[in-house]
Every structure is written in structure tokens, then in C-alpha cells.
């Protein structure tokens, strides 16, 4: 079976389950509703929440937001402000009913295709994405939005992130891309290297009896590397 064929498995698999799900996690009251790409079966959104740099007095533009981790907790623990964005209108809703159920207000939730509906004037601190890195070919058609959430067709996607993400970052801003161990690291250093950005890993780690290593990179443009404040090393607040 190809790692197409498992995650189209896994996708399925996640929507036999009996929804709304009820989950508390990270000090929140959260649901996720059918047709949301599942926390249960991808567990990346949880390492990288763990692991997200410190956020306090921070914007953020969350990218794929889902069910609503890590924005709303990023939120929680102190971020000046978030805009989450989903190219799926389901995931929208089920993210701005979790804000309201956990009393979150400094949030903003849109429908967007990566930047295609961001104010263009609006800058962030940090741009966010865990990012759907399975490859696939360049003609592969999905099935659903679900699809959208793990498997991007010729990186292009990756492609569109990284060289329209710097225009929206403010002067010390970076991206922080959530890139699975196993995913096609040179098409990345491609577009890195095309779009004349700087990448630093860092963290990465696993769970115990979970074979996927997940990793977080840090990533701006090269002419802005020197003046931009030093987040290796920094976590935010566990649970």
C-alpha cells in the first residue's frame, strides 16, 4: 500500500467515528464535527502545540486550523491576536465554536485558500501551518477537503505558502512550518532556496510507540535573518 492509499485509509477511517467528538485538551472544552480532519487519527497538531515557540503579545495567522489547536490555546496563553483561516467552511465553524465555548475573544476566523482572502495590509509575527506534506503527483485530484488537510500534488501548495508568506510577516516575523519527518525535505530546500529564504529547524521528536517523527522549522527571508529575534530553543507553556 502506498502512503497515498494509508493516509486515504486513515482519512476514512477518521470519519466512522460517532460525532460531534468531545475532547478536552490543553485546559479546553473542545468538539469536533464530521467532515473536520481528525485529532484522533493525526496527532501532529499535539507535538506541535507542546512545542510552538512563545507566544505572549504575539500576532498570529494560523494556516489550516481545523478543529481549532493550537490557535485557540496560543490564544489562551497569551497572543495579542489570532487569525485562523481554513480553505474548508466546515472547519471554520467548528473552530469558532470552540472559541466561544472556551470564552476565547481575541481570535478572527475565515474562510481562505492560504492568503487568498488575508487583508493583504495585515502583518503577523508568526505565520503558522502544519502543513500537509505527504507528496503526491502533480495531477492528483482530491476526493474531498479532508484530502486538502494531509496530501499537497507536487508540493504546490508548500510552493504558494512560502513564496506569498513574507509579504505578511512584520520585520522581526517568521513562518513556522510543521513538516513531517519522511516528507520530501529536497522539494523544500527547492523552494526555500528559490523563494531566497532562510530555514532552521527548530525542534523535532516523536511519541512513544508512534513511528512519524514531527518537526518544527523556522523560516524568513535571508536579507532579514540578521535583525530578527532568536526563538531556537523556546516552548511554549505545556499543559
Known sequence: MTEIDQIKTRLKHSQQRSFPAYIREFGLELTVNRGVFSPQEFQAWRWLTENF????????????CGFGLPGLYLA??????LLACDIDPKAVTNTLEN???????NIEVIESDIFSDIPPDREFDYIFWNYPSTFAPDNYEYK?????????????????????GPEFLTASGCILLGFAGG???????????ANDLVCVLLASGTYP???RTYRMF???????QGRSEDVDGQ???SR
Open 209 to 211: 510507540q508512534v513511528s
Open 183 to 193: 516528507a520530501r525535505d529536497d522539494l523544500l530546500e527547492e523552494i526555500i532556496d
Open 53 to 64: 515557540p512563545p507566544v505572549v503579545g504575539k500576532s498570529i495567522l494560523e494556516i489550516g
Open 218 to 224: 523556522s523560516i524568513r527571508k535571508s536579507c532579514c
Open 76 to 81: 489562551k496563553i497569551g497572543a495579542l491576536s
Open 144 to 164: 474531498d477537503n479532508l484530502e486538502r488537510g494531509a496530501i499537497d500534488p507536487g508540493y504546490r501548495l508548500l510552493s504558494r505558502f512560502l513564496s506569498e
Open 99 to 105: 472559541a466561544a465555548r472556551n470564552g476565547i475573544q
Open 235 to 237: 516552548v511554549a507553556p
